[in-house]
């Protein structure tokens, strides 16, 4: 299964087919993007779409839970906004290579919080057969595909009381 692949399947416990969200954004649209999913996972597609001299800040940004503080119109300062997620991230490259592309200085705190799971091609351990990207794709894509989205703050919530 591919990069893009796996990502829809991790939406589709989460939102309709639109729920993974690209890089090519600004800083401060992934602000505004973030504080939408407070609560819930983040779904970005192709990392090597983001700013190489930014993407490393707005890691830290999503990772922390917080946007920008700003300037508000009559003087002080407007409250940021705020959010609680998790974010997934997939590419071509990663986080390091597309960082140093343009020969900026990645920290190791930052890879730490911008997950990027290998997709490996082939079945799942424990899998009976293999599931292709096209058989994976058509039911993802299906009319007929049933869209249950999981309310996760009460499942994180029940989850926290059982343990």
């Given at each position: 299964?591919?990069k893009?692949t796996t990502?829809r399947?991790?939406a589709s416990?989460n939102g309709?087919?639109n729920?993974?969200?690209?890089?090519?954004s600004?800083a401060?649209?992934?602000e505004s993007i973030?504080?939408l999913?407070n609560?819930?996972?983040?779904?970005?597609?192709?990392?090597?779409?983001a700013n190489p001299?930014?993407?490393g800040e707005?890691?830290?940004?999503l990772?922390?839970g917080?946007?920008?503080v700003?300037?508000?119109?009559?003087?002080?300062?407007?409250?940021?906004?705020?959010?609680?997620l998790?974010?997934?991230?997939?590419?071509e490259?990663?986080?390091?290579?597309?960082?140093?592309?343009?020969?900026v200085k990645?920290?190791?705190?930052?890879e730490?919080?911008?997950?990027?799971?290998?997709i490996?091609?082939?079945?799942a351990p424990g899998a009976r057969?293999?599931l292709?990207d096209?058989d994976v794709?058509q039911a993802?894509h299906s009319?007929r595909?049933?869209?249950?989205?999981?309310?996760q703050p009460a499942?994180?919530?029940?989850?926290?009381?059982?343990?």
């Amino acid at each position: 299964m591919g990069k893009s692949t796996t990502l829809r399947v991790a939406a589709s416990v989460n939102g309709g087919k639109n729920y993974v969200r690209s890089w090519r954004s600004t800083a401060n649209g992934l602000e505004s993007i973030a504080s939408l999913h407070n609560d819930a996972l983040l779904i970005l597609d192709e990392i090597g779409q983001a700013n190489p001299k930014e993407v490393g800040e707005v890691t830290y940004m999503l990772a922390n839970g917080q946007g920008k503080v700003r300037m508000a119109r009559a003087g002080g300062t407007r409250k940021p906004l705020q959010w609680r997620l998790l974010f997934l991230s997939s590419g071509e490259i990663g986080l390091r290579d597309h960082m140093m592309s343009v020969a900026v200085k990645v920290r190791g705190g930052q890879e730490i919080r911008c997950l990027v799971p290998a997709i490996t091609h082939g079945t799942a351990p424990g899998a009976r057969g293999r599931l292709g990207d096209g058989d994976v794709g058509q039911a993802l894509h299906s009319p007929r595909r049933p869209e249950h989205p999981v309310n996760q703050p009460a499942l994180l919530t029940r989850e926290r009381e059982n343990s």
